[in-house]
């Protein structure tokens, strides 16, 4: 089945480490996202990729960093740098062109807890 | 100001009741709209669009008002699976699939 799967479900960190968040997805989709939820927010864009080797900062960068070496894969890395980072983190992707539809299809979240 | 606000309720209606939800947005360049459903802990997923006429899928209804810059959602004769938050959610054009989502409703619909 075709569809985007993030991992791990559940991580817990100690403080002044860094963790690496995985996402996957087999839609042939160009556009690749990586959203932040905290408890009773909206959700905030921490980076985004339109296509293969290039992607953007987006509106909570700080403390993140992203890959995009193959159409199907953006990890996303959580650096001791980020001074919050505890929080349910969402992986997106959509086809070219669908500013119009709005589809985003999601991942199932990795929540990210720093003991 | 925040590019999306919605109250965040929650809204506790009795099943069978009908609910609305309204959304503002600041930017006036903001071409296409839509609302997400989310249950509690899992994620978001794509309720409908909202298109500049409204529109309907069965017991929802989406209207938009530009001159406004709000969109409301309709639910009538509510379920309790119905019970979720809903987002509101923005995009501008020009900002080639940049998404903005508001903090989201929450509905609990009653026996």
């Known amino acids: 089945d075709g569809g985007i799967t993030q991992s791990p479900k559940y991580l817990f960190r100690k403080e002044g480490q860094n963790v690496t968040l995985s996402c996957e997805q087999n839609?042939?989709?160009?556009?690749m996202y990586w959203y932040r939820q905290d408890p009773g927010q909206g959700l905030r864009l921490i980076y985004y990729s339109q296509i293969v080797n290039d992607f953007q900062k987006g509106d909570i960068a700080e403390g993140y960093s992203v890959s995009r070496e193959k159409k199907e894969s953006f990890p996303l890395t959580v650096t001791s740098a980020q001074k919050n980072p505890t929080a349910f983190y969402l992986c997106a992707s959509s086809p070219r062109g669908t500013a119009n539809t709005g589809e985003l299809f999601f991942g199932e979240g990795s929540r990210l807890t720093v003991l | 100001r925040k590019e999306v606000e919605q109250d965040p309720g929650p809204f506790n209606v009795p099943e069978g009741a009908t609910v609305a939800f309204n959304c503002t947005y600041s930017n006036s360049a903001s071409q296409s709209f839509f609302w997400y459903r989310q249950d509690c802990r899992k994620e978001p997923k794509l309720l409908m669009s909202v298109y500049s006429s409204g529109n309907e899928d069965g017991r929802f209804t989406a209207q938009l008002n530009r001159a406004s810059q709000y969109i409301s959602l309709l639910i009538r004769d509510s379920k309790l699976s119905d019970s979720a938050t809903y987002l509101c959610v923005v995009n501008r054009a020009y900002n080639f699939n940049k998404f903005y989502f508001g903090s989201g409703t929450k509905l609990n619909v009653k026996p």
């Open positions: 839609l042939n989709h160009d556009a």
